[in-house]
């Protein structure tokens, strides 16, 4: 058996993703607190594919328990789109970051491939 390409084995992945984030949106969508931290890069979207924090100093308990909540229903979202996929949980979470960071607004800050934070412009 062939193994398959990082392209052919990525598209369905891809295409499973672009469904997530249309149909779980609301169901791993940020409350209004998350989305203040993000717009002013107290919190970001990592390259992960979860929510970090950016500068944790400014980070209180009702905006960490949020973004874990938010962080653990990706997780299952992920979960469940890669048993269907037949991919990793990882490599599920990882191109849904690449989705998510590519949609981040400007003034944002988006975690790059070596980890380091960066507002988008």
Do not use: H
């Not at 295409?15 to 969508?29: D, F, Y």
């Not at 931290?37 to 390259?47: H, L, M, Q, S």
């Amino acid at each position: 058996m062939r193994k398959m390409t990082g392209f052919v084995r990525a598209a369905p992945v891809l295409a499973g993703i672009a469904l997530l984030v249309v149909t779980a949106g609301p169901a791993v969508a940020a409350g209004a607190a998350v989305e203040r931290a993000k717009a002013n890069c107290v919190v970001g979207e990592r390259n992960d594919g979860y929510l970090g924090a950016v500068d944790g100093k400014r980070i209180n308990v009702a905006l960490k328990r949020e973004m874990d909540e938010i962080n653990l229903k990706r997780k299952a979202a992920y979960a469940n789109l890669a048993a269907k996929r037949g991919v990793s949980v990882d490599e599920t979470a990882v191109l849904a970051a690449e989705r998510l960071i590519a949609r981040a607004p400007s003034g944002q800050c988006v975690q790059n491939a070596n980890g380091k934070w960066t507002r988008i412009r």
